[in-house]
């Protein structure tokens, strides 16, 4: 996919409708969350879906229409191997009418146990508490590092039932990576799991990025899967590069991993 002109304005109308806006500061207030909803309905068209924290879930329901989802967040942002916190998360997300579920894999976990065993239980009573929920796992990759504990959390999530992968919390140093990308999508497709996601997430900030997901996702899952079913973005500040260019005007902005 060429990454200017028209290409680059078809890659920001696909981002857009994959787009997961999201708010997790710590010092988030009901009027941070009033705003995030209020862009989420942008003059380009609408986002996939606001990601907030549990608490949040009740308010950006209330505010949204029923085809933009409200998804939060459970064991976030640390990851810890704690089933009682995560299942509580879940809980609080469900009952306040949230549609999706972002979930930490323990990935620390997963490091100090090779065989993955403790991190398949949790992800597996995850999974069960969260039904019907759309669930999606955040493995970490930045790290994970190694190309093969990438794949090996891509295998735990998607054998636990996840609907998505999603590459990082978007709180650690490294976020989102072509590299990444390419193992974890290699799993999916690998998989025979029609019907699963990636979602890319961590440092996306431009429509350029955004692109050359897009392109990956295209390569590894087929054109059929460039839609919110298959692909999302994890971002807060994608949106504002998304209506530049749609908007027809320059990137906004200064970094691209592509």
């Known amino acids: 996919m060429s990454a200017d002109g028209r290409d680059l304005q078809a890659a ?29 309905r942008s003059v380009h068209g609408d986002v996939a879906a606001v990601c907030v924290w549990p ?8 505010a949204l229409p029923a085809h ?53 239980d949790f992800l597996s009573a995850v999974r069960e508490a969260s039904e019907p929920l759309t669930l999606k796992v955040i493995i ?22 996840a609907d998505f992968v999603k590459t990082s919390t978007g709180k650690t140093a490294v976020g989102a990576t072509p ?33 050359g997901y897009i392109a990956q996702a295209q390569a590894a899952l087929g054109a059929g899967a460039l839609n919110p079913q298959r692909l999302r973005f994890g971002a807060s500040g994608l949106l504002t590069d998304i209506e530049a260019v749609l908007s027809g005007a320059a990137s906004t902005a200064s970094t691209a991993a592509y």
């Open 12 to 40: 920001a109308r696909i981002a857009l409708a994959c787009l997961d806006l999201t708010s997790l500061n710590d010092a988030d207030t009901p009027d941070d969350i009033a705003a995030l909803c209020q862009r989420a």
């Open 179 to 211: 590299e990444a990308a390419a193992v974890m999508l290699k799993e999916i497709a690998t998989s025979g799991l029609s019907s699963a996601g990636f979602k890319a997430s961590g440092g996306v900030r431009s429509v350029l990025d955004a692109a």
């Open 140 to 161: 970490e990759s930045g790290e994970l590092k190694k190309p093969e504990l990438i794949a090996q959390a891509t295998r735990l999530a998607l054998a636990a039932g």
């Open 55 to 62: 608490r949040f879930v009740a308010q950006a329901r209330a």
């Open 68 to 120: 933009i989802k409200v998804a939060a967040v459970a064991d976030f942002p640390d990851g810890a191997l704690d089933i009682k916190r995560a299942l509580a998360d879940v809980e609080a997300i469900a009952s306040a009418g949230g549609n999706e579920v972002d979930v930490v894999l323990p990935w620390r976990a997963l490091l100090a146990d090779e065989a993955g065993d403790e991190v398949a």
